[in-house]
């Protein structure tokens, strides 16, 4: 099929303050019949369909050996009695007072103690299963969380003892950040030496923020999300992605802002949107820190009455607190008392197509597919450099605002 990408003919895009700005010069792909040169990106064929890639960036091709594959989430509470030793989990390490971390329960009693996140990942590790029996590789998938069960150490432990020497680890989170990327990478090290010898060795699967299988999946919840809305109001209704907000120093030190940009604009392109907006959500921190800004819940406050809105939590793999209760909750009800039509995409990690983009980054780690991305910039790298995504130098402290665990633990 044809998929093109393309900056608006205007030469103007979005950024996350949602004002318009002169974008990069005119870039595009297509996935057709052919090898093509788009946007000086080399494009090559594989069956069907073309990467956009740097000339595999000196990957060695040859087929890497690896018996199975990892999922690595950050887990959540599944009943009433699991919030405060997950919470406890979450900010091991840090001086968050006893009743800050009791405010942050309350969002989760408001489900019954339950975060959709497990459900979710079950869902998400049965789909990789049936991917994988029926397209290969025949790698059997294991679970580990960062902060409530199964957790990352008994998982290894497991793995141990079915003889498991060598895996592939897809973690949960698409963007690059010290939260989403490097404290995986330290969670899979400190869980290996837990283990002990014979650990078995975990290679985390590269970021994909602009592969195009997750591009086109994002693109289909977002339109199921616009079809929602009456066609008379559907031209007219606004796009506002949002992600989890991280401190301003951090976000300087890592890509996380130019990747959520990237697939904003690859995703609002698609689908010929070239008005959007990216917002950010559940900050904390001491007030006199910055964080990413602007905060959904202020942008909605100042979107005018009878506006439609379609939020894209881009930010997240799966439904779990900050998509449910800070969006789903919190931001519907500013909706609801300002009269505004708010309609929710649906997070990416439960699309039909997801489990076929974690099944090629298996196959292009293992060396049998070259890397897939598009827009302006090449498949993201494989392994970290010592200094990427470094860790914070400022902790969250007593002065915390109300938002999420991960918010308050400077995820």
């Not at 998982?155 to 989170?173: E, H, N, P, W, Y």
């Not at 339109?223 to 907000?245: D, N, Q, V, W, Y």
């Not at 100042?302 to 449910?324: C, L, N, Q, R, Y």
């Amino acid at each position: 099929m044809d998929f093109g990408i393309c900056v608006a003919a205007d030469g103007r895009g979005s950024t996350e303050d949602g004002l318009a700005r002169p974008a990069p010069a005119r870039f595009g792909f297509r996935i057709a019949g052919s090898g093509m040169e788009s946007g000086g990106v080399t494009t090559a064929g594989i069956g069907d369909s073309f990467i956009s890639s740097p000339a595999y960036n000196g990957r060695l091709m040859a087929e890497r050996l690896y018996d199975a594959l990892l999922v690595l989430s950050f887990g959540g509470p599944e009943k009433h009695e699991d919030v405060i030793p997950f919470l406890e989990n979450v900010l091991r390490g840090r001086n968050v007072p006893r009743e800050r971390m009791l405010e942050v329960a309350e969002h989760y009693y408001h489900f019954d103690g339950k975060s959709p996140i497990n459900e979710e990942t079950r869902a998400l590790i049965g789909g990789l299963e049936r991917e994988l029996s029926r397209e290969g590789p025949a790698l059997p998938v294991y679970w580990g969380n960062r902060n409530w069960h199964p957790m990352l150490a008994e998982t290894l432990r497991k793995m141990q003892a079915d003889g498991i020497r060598r895996a592939l680890c897809f973690v949960t989170s698409v963007f690059s950040s010290y939260s989403g990327c490097r404290q995986y990478l330290e969670d899979i090290e400190r869980a290996r030496a837990e283990v002990g010898p014979g650990a078995p060795r975990i290679d985390k699967l590269r970021s994909f923020y602009n592969h195009p299988l997750y591009i086109e999946a994002q693109v289909d919840c977002v339109r199921r999300a616009l079809e929602e809305i009456p066609e008379e109001r559907r031209g007219s209704a606004e796009i506002i992605f949002t992600a989890h907000s991280i401190p301003l120093a951090m976000a300087e030190a890592c890509e996380y802002r130019q990747q959520l940009q990237e697939s904003c604009l690859l995703v609002g392109c698609a689908l010929g949107r070239n008005q959007w907006r990216l917002v950010y959500q559940s900050r904390s921190g001491p007030p006199g820190q910055a964080w990413l800004e602007p905060d959904i819940g202020d942008v909605l406050r100042e979107t005018p009455a009878g506006k439609d809105v379609v939020i894209v939590p881009i930010g997240f793999v799966s439904d779990h607190m900050e998509v449910v209760y800070d969006l789903d909750t919190e931001a519907k009800a500013i909706c609801d008392g300002r009269g505004i039509g708010m309609f929710r995409a649906a997070t990416v990690g439960g699309h039909p197509k997801f489990p076929s983009l974690v099944r090629e980054l298996v196959l292009e780690r293992m060396g049998q597919c070259a890397p897939r991305a598009i827009g302006r910039y090449g498949a993201n790298h494989d392994d970290c450099a010592a200094d990427c995504c470094p860790v914070p130098t400022r902790r969250a402290s007593s002065a915390l605002s109300p938002s999420s665990p991960r918010a308050i633990a400077q995820r």
